[in-house]
């Protein structure tokens, strides 16, 4: 098993280590990180919810997550323009190639997967994201 810093709040994973290689940290009554084992696959990307690691994609809505990356990849609406005045005054295909390269690229929305919230994959309010769901 490793080791990693859970944010009590958020349940943000800070640090990961083996066994053995933490460092110290505040742990006062009132402290909110704490050195907690995780499993061996455990990065970043995990949360801690309600006592559970979970990947942090199983929490969110990976339909929201894949609108803001074509909203950014595709740029401004003046980049855009630009692009397309470009295109008209030389035949060019800016604006139609980089479309075509953010479809490529960037998953849409609609492909994202079905997404059911669930109750205990959500950190209940006034509590530490180690302590476990209440029964």
């Not at 290689?21 to 909110?32: L, N």
């Not at 949360?47 to 809505?61: H, K, S, T």
């Not at 997550?65 to 060019?92: N, P």
């Amino acid at each position: 098993m490793k080791k990693a810093i859970i944010h009590g709040e958020s349940g943000m994973i800070t640090d990961i280590c083996e066994d053995g290689d933490e460092f110290q940290i505040y742990d006062g009554a009132d402290a909110t990180m704490k050195w907690m084992e995780v499993p061996d696959d455990t990065t970043n990307e995990h949360r801690m919810v309600n006592g559970v690691i979970y990947p942090r994609a199983e929490l969110e809505n990976q339909a929201e997550a894949y609108l803001v990356a074509r909203t950014i990849a595709y740029g401004s609406v003046g980049e855009q323009l630009d692009m397309i005045y470009k295109d008209q005054l030389d035949g060019g295909t800016r604006f139609k190639d980089h479309v075509a390269a953010v479809k490529a690229n960037v998953p849409s929305p609609s492909s994202a997967p079905a997404f059911t919230e669930d109750v205990k994959k959500i950190q209940v309010e006034g509590r530490m994201a180690w302590e476990p769901y209440p029964s």
